[in-house]
Every structure is written in structure tokens, then in C-alpha cells.
């Protein structure tokens, strides 16, 4: 089954990222003085996750000996812990009922808030675990500034606004804001290293080596890994959790036989601790990688023994990520009604989840285990919905980078004017003491005072020339904002901004959608660089194809668009073909040596013939998407465009883009066929 390296076991990792938080959220540490309660709790939390029973009960003696008139603080610390050992035991009502008590108790809010945040992301509801941390931080972060050197003092609740830092930092990567999430786990790993807790700040690095991985930045990512699995050492069940982590970094490189080998470690170190929970976290690992080494019977057996024990502790999180697994492994089997059944569990397990990135994943994973299995129709649905989520959740990827630019941008600015306000506060304090002193001096007066004319006006030119390097900067980041860093070709949001002030409802060019083939192999073969250098390149000889009018864009992956608004019917096919020989002629120079580098092409002219019915700009790029999509299902390195499509209305074009397959067969709609250098020569 093809599958792009990155999916590699990242629900998973996130789920691990997630269970360490149960490190942190067993007691709020405010006061130096309730150092032992807090360690206490902290340590009945970590033995909650696997002996829930036992935590409870000793957590009910704990309760009962404290007495709350005295020290209320200690009591709502306790009632706290015992609602989130309810909830890893599944006792979601339990829970609940806590934090309703909370919710009424003197200084309970942020608890009762951190509770229900912790429910949620129990029962595999990230952002809205995040929404309610965010709340929870509210009442937190004005105790806990982030303002380095971040220190710990007594109005600082360290724990609990580490714990919703996490969850709100786990929210904004569900959501595909890895940038956002960086800067809150940043400010979590300086309280848990101010705090002197040593599994606090390993579990944090294993969210940020998380973390840097969805930002594309593998070094950065094995960095805080290599960290964490040294203050690791020594601590079994801390040592486990990271290598489950380990094992997704292994599988982003592709390296298998790394991958399975740290889950195989990580699976004995779980047994021998007796960890049931950890060893069907680590099943769930094994039976990802299996299921993506071609391998879907083990992977199945290994969720389905992971099942039973995952139900029993109402970790429906977890759940989800077994039994998608399983609905692919069950695809590759070719059990498709079996599939079936497992997908729907998937989605009402996952009803109110706006995870995006799992989403796509999950879709991406499916689509491809059709396709393996020659299910071409089902594979094209989930095909589609995955383009959608995909464009949605890189669109808030790109804001949320912008907004992290802004925010920097904006604290420079700050800082000028705070800067500029001290001089001219200066030169005011300076002003009043010669006035003081012409009372004695009237040469002197009239010295200080030109002195002071010109020390305003070189102020007034400095603050003018910040302005316009602010105005500059400001365009540059509008700029780059629609450009694609690696290729400097437009990118997808630039194409918005052009179709929204040029297309309207009715849409008028042509449309070419262009894919790399086997580009995959390329990075698995050759490694990213290589990938890197081939998108370029292809780039630039696309670009070299079309007419200087023509606007190219990236529009993701190893996929390009070209508009070309004033191009004719019948000289698109050959702006087609130019672009189709441009990029295989040649081989692509690489540090690994040349490649020999194909693309399939769907284009399509708007409106189509020969009924020239109108359509919006958004479903012209869906029907080139569509002939693309066919291109590459026919043998790839060829380019298919639509010559006619026979519908007598806007609603029959409806029936045949929902149907694009069933359209061609039935002869509604023709395309023509260009075959590439070496499928001609073939």
C-alpha cells in the first residue's frame, strides 16, 4: 500500500504525549510548604493509570484524614485527583459529578475547568479539551507568567497550568497550529524545569520532539528526544513512553527495522512492569507499523488483543486509533463489510471531534488501502474528502505561522515605542532642568534648548524611518505569505485571492492539475533533500512550459495548478503537452546522482463544452482533479483532458463530478489522451 512517511504511527505518538500528562495533574503545588501532598498525589495519579482501584482507595483514606476547615486548599487538591483517577479508570459520570462540586467550592474553578478538559481529552476530544484548559488558563497564567526567567512562586499553580498548557498546546496540533502549540509547550517546559520535575519536563519533551516533527524539522525533533530519553533513565515507565515516540521517528525516516525493534523494547519493559495499559499502547504501535509493512493479519491480531483492555478502561482515544488501524488491516484483507463496521465505530467514537490532522490521516490511510486492494471508487471518495480537509487544515497552518511572524513583528514594534517614549521622556526631564538652570544661564537656555530641537528632530526621523522598515516589513510578510518557500512559486492563497477578485460564480481558462508520479519513492529512496530538489526543479520547468501570462501555483505536496486565463480550447492540449515533455526529457540532478522524473496532468477548459454551462472556480479545479485522478489510475506519466461533457443543465454536471467514473464509462463525458516520453516510446 503506498503511504507517504509522515503518517507513521502519529496518533500514537500524540496519544503518548497525551498520557504523560497524568505526571502533572494530580495536585497543584502553589505553596512550598505542600510539597509532600503534591508529590504524594503525583505518584497515586502515575499508579492510577494502571491500579485505578487502588489509587481510589488510598486517595479515600487520604480525603478522609484531612480535614477541610483546616486546610481547604489540601482538599480540593484531593477531590481533584480522585476525579481524574475516575476518569483514566472510565468513570466519565464520576468524574463530571467532581467537577460540578468543584465548580462551587471557594477557588475551584480552574480545577473543575482542568477536570472537564482532562475528560475530554480522555474520551478522545482534543479541542475541546483544549477549549476548557484555555478557560482553565484564564484563571492560571496571571500567577504563572511566561516572561522569562519563569520562576516558581507561591501564587503559582505550576501544575495545573502545565497540564493546561499541554492539553491547549495538544488542541492547536489537532487542529494543524503546530507553530501555536511550540510556544505553549515552551512555556510548560520552563515551569516543569523551574519546578525541578524531572518527569514533568521528560514528558513535555516528548510532546515538543512531537511537535517539531509535524513542523518538518526532524533535527530539532531527535534533539529534544535524545534529551528526554537521558533524564529519562532510570524510570521504566517514563523510558516507555518515549520510546514509543522513538519508535514515530523512526518510522518518519523510514527506517522499519529501528521502529519495530524500540516498540519490541518498549513492549518487554511494559510486561515486566505489569503495565497493562502501556503494553496495549505499545500493540496498538506494533499493530500500526505492521499494518503499514504490509503485514495486516498481524496487525490485526495485535489490536484485537489490545482491544479488551483499552474498553476496560474507557480509553476511547486509544480506541479509535485500534480500531482504525484494524478497519485497514481488515481492507487488506479484503473483509470489506467487516471494514465497514470498524470505520463506523471509528466515527461515532470520534462524533464532535474536530481533529483535523487525525481526520486526514485516518482518511489518507483508508483511501490508500482501497486502491491496494483495485476498489477504485471508494478509494476516490476518501481521496476527495482528504483534499478538502487537507486545503482546510494547511490554510490554518499558514495562519497560525503568520500569526506567530505577527506576534514577533508586533513585540519589536512595542519594544521601539517603549524605547522611543523613555528618550522623549528624557529629553523632557532634561528640558524642565535647563529651563532650572537659564534662570542663571540665558546663553546657556538658548544652547540647550536648539540642543533639544535637534535631538526631537532626530528622534521624529528615526521614528519616520521605523515606520516605513515596519511598512516594509509588513509587505515582505504579505509577500511571502502567498509565495511558496521552496519553489518561490505562488501558492494556494495566493490562487484564492486571485479567484475571488477575477472568477466570480462563473469561471472562465484553463485549468491544468499536475502530480509528481512515484514521488514517494523518491523521498523513501533518496530522502527528503532529494524530494526537495525534484519539487524545485519540476517547478522551475513547469514554469518554463507555460506563457508568461500563465500563473503557476503550488498547490501542495507534490502537486502544481496552472491558470491560464486567455488560453483557447484548442491551444490547451498543447500547453499540456509542452508541460508533460518539459518535465521528462531531462533526468533531475540530485546530490544522489540524476532521476528520471515523470507527471501526470488532468486539464480541463472553462466552460466545459460544448453546453458552456457556468461554474464556480472551485468546481472547475475538482473536475481537473478528476482527470488527473484518472491519469494516474491509467498508468501515470500521461495527460487526460475533458473535450466534452454532455449535460443539459447545472444539475446533471452535479451528478456527473459526484460520479466522474460512471460519467466516463456511460460516454457523458470524453476525454482525450497524451502519453508521455516514455509511455510514446513504450
Not at 100 to 127: N, S, T, Y
Not at 242 to 249: T, Y
Not at 502 to 530: P, S, T
Request: hydrophobic share 45%.
Amino acid at each position: 500500500m503506498i503511504r507517504h512517511a509522515l503518517h507513521a504511527c502519529p496518533t500514537v505518538m500524540r496519544m503518548v504525549t497525551g498520557l504523560s500528562l497524568l505526571c502533572v495533574t494530580g495536585a497543584f503545588a502553589a505553596d512550598p510548604s505542600d510539597r509532600q501532598l503534591d508529590a504524594e498525589l503525583a505518584q497515586w495519579v502515575r499508579i492510577g493509570y494502571n491500579e485505578p482501584k487502588e489509587a481510589l482507595k488510598a486517595l479515600q483514606t487520604l480525603r478522609a484524614s484531612r480535614h477541610e476547615a483546616a486546610r481547604p486548599a489540601h482538599a480540593l487538591r484531593i477531590d481533584y485527583t480522585i476525579g481524574w483517577v475516575q476518569a483514566l479508570a472510565g468513570d466519565m459520570n464520576e468524574a463530571h459529578r467532581i467537577a460540578d462540586e468543584l465548580d462551587h467550592r471557594p477557588g475551584g474553578l480552574p480545577m473543575a475547568l482542568l477536570l472537564r478538559a482532562d475528560v475530554q481529552d480522555r474520551i478522545g476530544q482534543p479541542v475541546k479539551a483544549g477549549e476548557l484548559a484555555q478557560q482553565a488558563l484564564t484563571e492560571l497564567l496571571p500567577g504563572c507568567p511566561e516572561e522569562p526567567p519563569v520562576q516558581i512562586s507561591p501564587a503559582c499553580d505550576w501544575r495545573g497550568t502545565y497540564a493546561a498548557l499541554r492539553l491547549v498546546a495538544r488542541a492547536q496540533s489537532a487542529r494543524g497550529e503546530p507553530a501555536s502549540a511550540q510556544t505553549r509547550l515552551h512555556h510548560a517546559l520552563a515551569l516543569a524545569q523551574a519546578a525541578g520535575d524531572t518527569f514533568a519536563t521528560v514528558s513535555v519533551m516528548g510532546q515538543l520532539a512531537t511537535n517539531a516533527q509535524d513542523m518538518d524539522q526532524p533535527a530539532i525533533a531527535q534533539q529534544w528526544l535524545t534529551q528526554a530519553l537521558q533524564l529519562a533513565q532510570g524510570d521504566v515507565l517514563a523510558m516507555v513512553r518515549m520510546r514509543i515516540v522513538e519508535s514515530g521517528m523512526a518510522a518518519h525516516r523510514n527506517d522499519t527495522r529501528t521502529q519495530l525493534a524500540v516498540l519490541e523494547e518498549g513492549l518487554q519493559l511494559a510486561k515486566h512492569t505489569n503495565a497493562r495499559r502501556e503494553v496495549a499502547t505499545l500493540q496498538a504501535s506494533l499493530a500500526d507499523a505492521y499494518m503499514h509493512t504490509h503485514q495486516p493479519a498481524r496487525a490485526a491480531q495485535l489490536a484485537r488483543q489490545a482491544l479488551p483492555v483499552v474498553q476496560e478502561f474507557g480509553d476511547q482515544r486509544l480506541e479509535r486509533t485500534l480500531r482504525h488501524n484494524l478497519s485497514v488491516s481488515l481492507v487488506l484483507l479484503r473483509q470489506f463489510d467487516a471494514a465497514r463496521r470498524e470505520v463506523n465505530r471509528v466515527i461515532e467514537l470520534a462524533r464532535g471531534d474536530n481533529d483535523a490532522v487525525r481526520r486526514i490521516l485516518q482518511l489518507r490511510e483508508l483511501g490508500e488501502a482501497y486502491a491496494a486492494v483495485n476498489q477504485p471508487r471508494e478509494a476516490l471518495r476518501l481521496y476527495h474528502e482528504e483534499r478538502s480537509l487537507s486545503a482546510e487544515t494547511a490554510q490554518r497552518k499558514r495562519e497560525s505561522a503568520l500569526r506567530q511572524l505577527s506576534y514577533k513583528y508586533d513585540s519589536e514594534a512595542r519594544q521601539r515605542d517603549l524605547e522611543l517614549a523613555r528618550r522623549q521622556q528624557a529629553l523632557q526631564s532634561q528640558e524642565l532642568t535647563n529651563r532650572r538652570l537659564a534662570q542663571y544661564v540665558g546663553v546657556g537656555l538658548a544652547l540647550l534648548l536648539g540642543l533639544s530641537v535637534v535631538l526631537m528632530g532626530v528622534m521624529l526621523a528615526r521614528v519616520r524611518d521605523t515606520n516605513k522598515r515596519l511598512k516594509a516589513k509588513q509587505s515582505l510578510l504579505r509577500a511571502q505569505s502567498e509565495r511558496d518557500p521552496l519553489t518561490n512559486l505562488a501558492n494556494r492563497r495566493y490562487l484564492l485571492s486571485v479567484m475571488e477578485r477575477e472568477a466570480g460564480q462563473a469561471f472562465h481558462g484553463g485549468l491544468l492539475m499536475i502530480d509528481i508520479d512515484h514521488f514517494k519513492q523518491v523521498n523513501d529512496r533518496h530522502g527528503h533533500a532529494a524530494g526537495d530538489a525534484v519539487i524545485r526543479e519540476i517547478g522551475h520547468r513547469i514554469g518554463q512550459a507555460v506563457r508568461a501570462e500563465d500563473v503557476v501555483v503550488r498547490w501542495g505536496g507534490e502537486e502544481f495548478l496552472v491558470y491560464a486565463r486567455t488560453v483557447a480550447l484548442e491551444a490547451l492540449q498543447h500547453l499540456a503537452e509542452r508541460i508533460l515533455m518539459g518535465v521528462a526529457e531531462q533526468p533531475v540532478s540530485t546530490a544522489n546522482g540524476p532521476l528520471r522524473v515523470t507527471a501526470s496532468i488532468g486539464y480541463a477548459h472553462f466552460p466545459l463544452a460544448p453546453t458552456q454551462l457556468p461554474q464556480h472556480w472551485e468546481q472547475a479545479v475538482n473536475w481537473a482533479d478528476m482527470a488527473l485522478y484518472t491519469a494516474k489510475s491509467q498508468g501515470r506519466n500521461r495527460a487526460h483532458g475533458i473535450a466534452t461533457v454532455q449535460a443539459a443543465d447545472v444539475q446533471a454536471l452535479m451528478r456527473m463530478e459526484a460520479d466522474f467514473e460512471a460519467a466516463c464509462r456511460a460516454g457523458q463525458v470524453r476525454l482525450q489522451t497524451l502519453l508521455g516520453p516514455e509511455a510514446s516510446a513504450g
